[in-house]
């Protein structure tokens, strides 16, 4: 239900200083790229009471990959059994006797390609950890199709000092560059049987982002059983093509009271401030949520009961945070039903790594949904498997549709309707024998739009497949990865609903150590050579290869 109330605005400025930064580094996720594994030690001792520290992090974005990305995924979602019964502390980090504190990989391939990732830790784990790290990888395919080309870059650095009075404080810096072309009018010109030319730095779009956080936490049990964070995320973002600026400010602060070492307690206040400047004036887009909610743990089932309370421009919404989970065969069969809702943010940073050809000036606002899932989960015989249907309604979902199929520069509007969402998905993990292990997961929308014929651009049907053997005490490692995606729907240069190719994706890789220092990666991927269209007049890069060394110290 929705309420008008005057605005109340609770300002909590939180200035916590530090040195700065691990951040995993990876690619661009819309492009081939290698994955790096920075292992660090772990101390996971048990506390005297059975309870452990949450550490709450932001969800993640509801985005799609700008480029291929050949990589197997990190893991499938965690499968839960009850009750809870251990809870670990939170403990400081200790460096492995045989650990390294750098790692530096470096390759090239073709279509004229250069990787360079690297990462080097600093300081004494017991009270004080910093981490340094920078990725870049860039591709240009011009001598085929010009100005098809990229180069994403970043750089930062992550430091966490550990009080002995129980808290840490935690910040980070970093820098993006994310340099994306306007390729798209190689198709215009040979629609209109035309010649169309541009130099790089007509068509070169360049996302600067500076990124800043923040948070201090308990790193110890506290005597009072209660769990404590506060911190913030800012960024700044220029748009070095048309001018556009962005700015954020997220702050959270929450806490969670555990009784009889079972049942939590928690509360989170959130406010999300978004400023959006372009050549048409500026835009905000602010956010205010509370979300209290209590968990109840028994023996064959688990019931969380809560609410997000969400304002926007005096407007409050009300959603529900509701789920209850029944053990139906003891270590097997897991069933879970719920109910959750929330404002989602499309603001320039959302959309443009969702689409990096998005128009600017643009509209931002917020998607609001309510969704209703259930399904079920567990393990049989050392496979992990997750199955869920949903239901979501949703006011102002985000499209994109290209208005002028017949631009120079093409570029996406982004177009909002209400509508629903129904969705199957499921994942699974299984580990077939020693050192090999497959992962698999798949999802299918069908979408219902109040007004637009079709969601433009979104995927229905979405299959991947992965891999991986690591043999030879560790030394080897071989990747395989199927990727399948069907044709996105898009308006044709006729003005009628068409879909565009799919995608068909076969990508391998290997990595050798030939010390215990020294080794080397090969990765090939496109096996099968799919130029397919994400983005209407954008084709994506065929077949591709990058090859290299990797060092450790």
Not at 133 to 143: G, L, R, V
Not at 294 to 314: C, I, P, Q, W
Not at 320 to 343: F, K, R, S
Not at 491 to 519: C, I, M, P, Q, T
């Amino acid at each position: 239900m929705t309420t008008r109330l005057l605005p109340t605005f609770l300002v909590l400025v939180f200035l916590l200083c530090a040195a700065t930064a691990w951040a995993q580094p990876g690619g661009d996720p819309d492009l081939p790229a290698e994955e790096v594994d920075i292992i660090k030690s772990f101390d996971a001792r048990l506390g005297d009471a059975n309870r452990f520290q949450l550490d709450p992090s932001l969800p993640p974005l509801d985005t799609a990959t700008r480029r291929l990305d050949y990589r197997v995924f990190s893991k499938t979602l965690p499968v839960e059994y009850l009750p809870p019964k251990i809870r670990p502390l939170a403990m400081r980090r200790e460096k492995m006797e045989e650990g390294y504190d750098g790692y530096v990989k470096l390759g090239g391939g073709f279509p004229a390609s250069f990787l360079g990732q690297g990462f080097y830790h600093l300081g004494n784990d017991e009270t004080f950890s910093l981490d340094l790290f920078a990725d870049h990888h860039s591709a240009n395919n011009s001598q085929n199709v010009e100005n098809q080309r990229f180069s994403w870059t970043t750089g930062g650095v992550d430091g966490t000092y550990y009080f002995d009075q129980g808290f840490a404080v935690n910040t980070k810096l970093a820098y993006t560059s994310d340099a994306v072309f306007y390729y798209g009018y190689n198709e215009v010109a040979e629609a209109l049987e035309e010649t169309i030319s541009f130099d790089k730095e007509e068509v070169r779009q360049r996302f600067g982002i500076f990124d800043a956080e923040a948070s201090i936490y308990n790193s110890a049990r506290t005597e009072a059983d209660f769990n404590y964070h506060a911190g913030f995320k800012a960024y700044l973002m220029n748009d070095s093509y048309s001018a556009s600026r962005e700015n954020g400010f997220d702050l959270r602060i929450g806490g969670t009271k555990w009784f009889d070492d079972t049942h939590p307690l928690s509360i989170e206040l959130q406010t999300d401030f978004t400023g959006y400047d372009d050549t048409e004036g500026d835009q905000d887009l602010n956010n205010f949520f509370l979300r209290p909610n209590f968990t109840y743990h028994a023996e064959r089932f688990r019931a969380k009961v809560g609410l997000n309370l969400a304002s926007n421009n005096d407007i409050f919404t009300f959603f529900p945070d509701i789920e209850v989970t029944a053990v139906l065969v003891e270590g097997v069969v897991n069933a879970y039903v719920g109910t959750d809702g929330t404002l989602q943010k499309n603001n320039f940073r959302n959309l443009a790594n969702y689409n990096p050809f998005i128009s600017s000036p643009l509209r931002i606002r917020n998607s609001l949904y309510y969704r209703y899932y259930g399904g079920v989960k567990g393990h049989v015989e050392g496979i992990d498997y997750d199955f869920q249907a949903s239901y979501k309604a949703i006011d102002d979902l985000a499209t994109f549709r290209l208005l002028d199929p017949f631009s120079e520069t093409p570029r996406f509007d982004v177009v909002y309707d209400d509508g629903s969402i129904i969705t199957i998905k499921g994942s699974l993990t299984a580990p077939l024998f020693e050192g090999f292990e497959i992962i698999g997961a798949f999802s299918q929308n069908i979408y219902d739009l109040d007004n637009e014929e079709k969601p433009w651009h979104l995927p229905a049907l979405t299959v991947n497949v992965g891999g991986r053997y690591t043999t030879l005490e560790n030394k080897l490692t071989v990747r395989g990865d199927f990727f399948l995606e069907n044709g996105v729907p898009f308006v044709n240069a006729e003005g009628e609903a068409d879909n565009l190719n799919a995608l068909f994706d076969v990508s391998l890789g290997a990595e050798y150590y030939f010390s215990e220092r020294f080794g080397g990666f090969v990765q090939l991927n496109n096996l099968a050579n799919n130029r397919r269209e994400r983005w209407f007049r954008y084709p994506t890069f065929g077949i591709n290869a990058l090859a290299g060394i990797m060092v450790r110290f």
